[in-house]
């Protein structure tokens, strides 16, 4: 007699685990990944079994199903071999027994590693072999085995981690055909499909010593005089990619200002001399070989006797709208602290007026872009300076987008009856709901376009697979010459639209079109049921269309590819005749499929 078992099948158990680790993978994919790479890792420890199988057991004309009970004493032992960081080749063994029952299974497949700075995590998926053993059968069983699963290792020390826990989906097939006969078909053949879980401890061995990280300096120049500025850079390498560094700069002579990889050298206060300056790299979230440092050095030399004058110019503001005006301030002053006079004040466009250390700039008419002003500087002995700043010329702001337009200029695909437009009438076809829909569409870019000057409108044609590549080719094109004659009577410039045809490419299928059906907003229940019964003619008639998509400046819209069933003409859209007007979606007469569309 057979016997049913209320359990959670080992499918449902195995897929809430699995989720839960893919759930633990997921989070952790966006961490930081570590670059250790031991070359081998060895797992051992406690190992608890869900079988997830039901064999036969007693009279074989009339068995009895055993589903076999969870074996809770168990032990597991995994050996993988790291290629790279994150991946490598696994050996795994497994034993759980229980009343008087035991199942072992021998593996071996690939495995991923996300390995992080404190924990890791994995998957793996393996091929091997199942050997169950069930109390009241003479002989165990051996079969083609599978495992699918992954889960958590925590660091404890660089070679020792817990595996926090693995979940495992096991499956396998064994062969009870002594026990039931062919009128049991399940129990002849039995699959497994049950769960494990595993914790216990990882030894990590082998692989290289991270490289310790370096730092070089350079500096330019290596001489100045008193007063002039140096430039020091830092190089660091070996350190982890992944993390960011910071920079610490010091220096002995003159102000050392240093932000990131570059630092500047003030040696307006410096005595002459010899200097050395050091910078100092370091990873915050490595916890060893974390630093780097090196060091430049320079010289300062003293000042001439004479020295010219030294000069800045500032813009207040630095950038402006065409037409408007520029507050210019000059700053000279002498190393050698004689007196100093500004004068020659030019600009690249616009004009400039004013005398001494201050000026303005008037921006009238210069075209967008950037204009140099320059001024020199002399000081009482002759000895001059020049400087210039620069200011941006900005054009003045767009108008704003209505946006009641925008809202409004919704995009509608363009649908054509069978084989229209003809090659002897290529700009026809469009019926007089479609014509409708482009009028609407032309008087709203037209007011759009005032406001996105670059926004332009590109037309897709298309054709069902019925006919000859070649004739659905020129058929898609004369479909988007129709529409495109259309919109360009309706007042879009011709330059504002583009056109592509792709013939019976890029088809929608009968999943597409039937998605379409159940979320046209304006068909009733009954409608829709009504379509989905010719959904192979709906599919036709659903791709012989023009697309449209408007491109603008930070946007691409697309139109909606909603068949117009409630359109008074749409039974012209599907069959070849003409149709009846109606005013919601019908279902014509079936006919004949034309060989042509």
């Not at 080992?10 to 990944?33: H, N, T």
């Not at 709203?444 to 697979?465: C, M, N, R, S």
């Amino acid at each position: 007699m057979l016997t049913g078992c209320t359990k959670p099948s080992g499918r449902a158990i195995a897929a809430s685990l699995i989720s839960l680790s893919l759930l633990f993978f997921a989070v952790s994919f966006a961490a930081a990944q570590s670059d250790e790479n031991p070359k081998w890792d060895l797992f051992a420890g406690y190992q608890y079994s869900h079988p997830g199988a039901t064999i036969p057991l007693g009279d074989p004309n009339n068995p009895t199903a055993y589903p076999v009970p969870d074996m809770f004493k168990g032990f597991g032992t995994s050996l993988t071999y790291n290629f790279v960081p994150h991946f490598g080749l696994e050996g795994d063994f497994g034993y759980d027994a229980g009343s008087s029952n035991s199942l072992t299974t021998a593996s071996i497949g690939p495995r991923f590693i996300w390995r992080g700075d404190g924990v890791n995590y994995f998957a793996h998926a393996m091929l091997g072999g199942n050997w169950l053993s069930v109390s009241g059968v003479n002989t165990g069983t051996t079969g083609l085995g599978a495992i699918l699963g992954g889960g958590i290792d925590i660091h404890l020390t660089k070679n020792i981690g817990w595996r926090l826990f693995e979940a495992d989906y096991v499956w396998g097939h064994h062969n009870y055909a002594s026990l039931a006969n062919a009128a049991f078909p399940n129990l002849q053949r039995v699959n497994l499909e049950g769960v494990r879980l595993r914790t216990g401890l990882v030894f990590s061995f082998g692989g290289e010593e991270p490289v310790a990280p370096t730092a070089a300096c350079t500096i330019q120049p290596s001489e100045v005089m008193v007063g002039e500025p140096l430039t020091a850079n830092v190089t660091a390498n070996n350190f982890n990619p992944k993390h960011t560094v910071t920079y610490a700069w010091s220096g002995n002579g003159g102000q050392v200002t240093g932000k990131d990889t570059t630092a500047s050298i003030d040696t307006t206060n410096a005595a002459p001399g010899s200097y050395t300056v050091t910078a100092k790299v370091t990873d915050p979230k490595a916890k060893k070989n974390n630093e780097a440092s090196c060091s430049a050095n320079y010289t300062v030399k003293p000042l001439p006797p004479k020295n010219p004058p030294t000069m800045s110019i500032s813009a207040s503001p630095n950038s402006v709208v065409t037409g408007g005006s520029v507050n210019l301030t000059a700053n000279c002053t002498s190393p050698d602290s004689v007196p100093v006079s500004v004068a020659s004040w030019t600009a690249s466009s616009g004009t400039v007026t004013g005398s001494g250390n201050s000026a303005t700039l008037n921006t009238s008419g210069v075209k967008p872009g950037s204009v140099t002003v320059n001024a020199t500087c002399t000081d009482s002995r002759g000895l001059t300076a020049q400087a210039s700043s620069q200011v941006a010329i900005e054009n003045p702001p767009p108008p704003p987008v209505d946006k009641a337009v925008e809202a409004r200029l919704a995009l509608r695909s363009v649908y054509f009856p069978t084989d229209k437009p003809s090659v002897k009438d290529p700009t026809g076809g469009l019926i007089e709901s479609q014509q409708k829909t482009l009028t609407s569409l032309a008087q709203d870019f037209q007011i759009y376009v005032k406001t996105k000057p670059d926004a332009h409108l590109v037309l897709e044609g298309h054709a069902d697979t019925r006919g000859s590549d070649t004739y659905n080719q020129g058929l898609s094109e004369r479909r988007v010459g129709a529409v495109k004659s259309f919109l360009i009577q309706q007042g879009i410039p011709e330059a504002a639209i583009e056109t592509k045809a792709y013939g019976k490419q890029k088809n929608l299928t009968v999943d597409e079109v039937k998605k379409a059906i159940e979320e046209h907003p304006r068909l009733t229940a009954e409608q829709r049921a009504s379509e989905l019964k010719r959904i192979a003619v709906i599919k036709l008639a659903s791709n012989r269309r023009v697309d449209v998509t408007l491109n603008a400046a930070g946007m691409t819209e697309t139109s909606a590819r909603q068949f117009p069933f409630n359109a008074e003409d749409a039974l012209s859209l599907i069959a070849r005749e003409p149709a009846k007007k109606a005013g919601a979606a019908t279902t014509p007469k079936k006919k004949a499929p034309a060989k042509k569309q």
